[in-house]
């Protein structure tokens, strides 16, 4: 079975300018995350979906980033523009509805220069 | 949810059991005790979790003190493979969302 999968992998970018990563959870998990985890740091959650719907963007920082997930299935987390503080690894994980058990994919490691 | 505290890090040489422990005096009654790992250059990875009894899986054990004040992870033969950053987390009831410390670092020493 596949697992979460996220792309870019790396992505190097001048501040301000603006930035997505896409996530593909594992089939039939209908709950998505968004996590940042900065250097030495556990990830910080941003955003979490039961399907379609956001229940929980509570971190998410409005003014710049946004998140979508159509269809249920696949997700985007957007930055526009980016600072420099903004770098950082981004993390996507899926779950089936109910289940403490998250499954991370590999992350999106962002540098804002 | 309730703070976790672990040590920054430990060493352990391979082959030889690793007892991982975490703090959590302020858990309340329907709070499960989740530890995940996190490898170089990877995600989280789900290890095991528990509320009241131990519990064992493929991967490792989970000792829960009686009182449920603390917990101890238990990697019965490490590996260099298990070289990672454990994390002890608690968290139940409707609330999902994984609360994050630094964890514990692990170094498994051939």
């Known amino acids: 079975e596949a697992g979460v999968v996220q792309s870019p992998r790396y992505k190097i970018i001048e501040k301000k300018q603006p930035v997505a990563f896409w996530c593909n959870p594992i089939?039939?998990?209908?709950?998505l995350y968004w996590y940042r985890q900065n250097l030495g740091q556990g990830p910080e959650l941003l955003i979490r979906y039961e399907n379609e719907e956001a229940v929980d963007d509570s971190q998410l920082p409005k003014d710049r980033f946004s998140a979508e997930r159509l269809k249920g299935v696949d997700s985007t987390l957007k930055i526009q523009p980016a600072e420099l503080g903004d770098s950082a690894v981004y993390l996507c994980?899926?779950?089936?509805?109910?289940?403490?058990?998250?499954?991370f994919g590999p992350g999106t490691r962002l540098t804002v220069t | 949810d309730a703070k976790t505290t672990q040590p920054n890090s430990m060493e352990s040489n391979e082959e030889e059991p690793v007892h991982l422990p975490c703090n959590h005096s302020t858990i309340s009654g329907t709070d499960y005790i989740h530890w995940y790992r996190q490898l170089p250059s990877q995600g989280p990875e789900y290890v095991i979790h528990?509320?009241?009894s131990n519990v064992n899986n493929r991967m490792a054990s989970l000792a829960i003190a009686e009182d449920r004040k603390s917990s101890t992870l238990i990697l019965h033969r490490a590996t260099l493979r298990d070289a990672a950053v454990y994390y002890c987390i608690c968290h139940g009831g409707s609330n999902y969302k994984l609360t994050f410390g630094k964890g514990t670092l692990l170094t498994v020493n051939p």
């Open positions: 994980a899926s779950s089936l509805a109910g289940s403490y058990e998250q499954y």
């Open positions: 528990g509320l009241t």
């Open positions: 089939s039939g998990h209908n709950t």
